[in-house]
């Protein structure tokens, strides 16, 4: 089993950056495929960017593909989401996810796949 814990949520302005971390406990991470998601108020939760086993494989959902980079480090157990010229429409609960036990080549975008779940961090983009 693992715990997360998301961090780094704040509030920004318009155009500004942010960098999103998620700690990891136990000792199997290298071992778990990694996502982040995001609810905004009254919406569901939607698929941001998820990560394979080893960080070499990513994929991004459309509306942050080119701003957003996800990353990991195995050493330190930690998920990161680094956040660039964000927007309003970025406003929401960011989560990150563990799917245990997957494919060490594969990532995974549907919300569904995700066996473990942090508690959300809150990024708040302004106009």
């Known amino acids: 089993q693992v715990q997360l814990e998301e961090s780094g949520g704040g509030l920004v302005q318009a155009g500004d950056s942010l960098s999103l971390s998620c700690a990891a406990s136990?000792?199997?991470?290298?071992?778990?495929?990694m996502g982040w998601f995001r609810q905004a108020a009254g919406k569901e939760r939607e698929f941001v960017a998820a990560i394979n086993w080893s960080g070499g494989i990513t994929s991004y959902g459309d509306s942050v593909k080119g701003r957003f980079t996800i990353s990991r480090n195995n050493v330190v157990n930690r998920l990161y989401l680094q956040m660039n010229s964000l927007k309003p429409g970025d406003t929401a609960v960011y989560y990150c996810?563990?799917?245990?036990?997957?494919?060490?080549?594969?990532?995974?975008?549907?919300?569904?796949?995700?066996?473990?779940w942090g508690q959300g961090t809150q990024v708040t983009v302004s106009s």
């Open positions: 996810a563990a799917k245990a036990w997957g494919s060490s080549r594969a990532y995974y975008t549907d919300i569904n796949e995700y066996d473990y």
């Open positions: 136990g000792r199997t991470f290298s071992r778990y495929s």
